[in-house]
């Protein structure tokens, strides 16, 4: 399993960004596949989850954070809107799999006020 994300950059608050995942290995159609964040000095968090059938989000990014997949790609994204600065983060992709969480190299994120 490979997992490749990318997207990241400097945006200022409102902005908007996309971050992608492509994952090689394991069908993104069947798997749970999510975005976490590392702020500096804070534990990793969940921020969106998406399942065969579902979406799950943070309270802090829902309304403004959407998940999706390409199936034909094997990508993930995760397209962050109305950003704030607390958004500011190392985000990393993830991929469930037989029981096993792997992840992907992380994508640094920074919203400037």
């Known amino acids: 399993v490979q997992l490749q994300a990318s997207g990241g950059g400097s945006v200022q608050a409102g902005g908007s960004l996309r971050l992608s995942c492509a994952a090689s290995?394991?069908?993104?159609?069947?798997?749970?596949m999510g975005w976490y964040r590392q702020a500096p000095g804070k534990q990793r968090e969940s921020v969106a989850i998406?399942?065969?059938?579902?979406?799950d989000y943070a309270d802090s990014v829902k309304g403004r954070f959407t998940i999706s997949r390409d199936n034909a790609k094997n990508t993930v994204y995760l397209q962050m809107n109305s950003l704030k600065p607390e958004d500011t983060a190392v985000y990393y992709c993830?991929?469930?799999?037989?029981?096993?969480?792997?992840w992907g190299q992380g994508t640094q994120v920074t919203v400037s006020s």
């Open positions: 993830s991929q469930l799999w037989g029981g096993r969480l792997y």
């Open positions: 998406i399942t065969s059938s579902t979406t």
């Open positions: 290995g394991i069908s993104v159609s069947a798997s749970s």
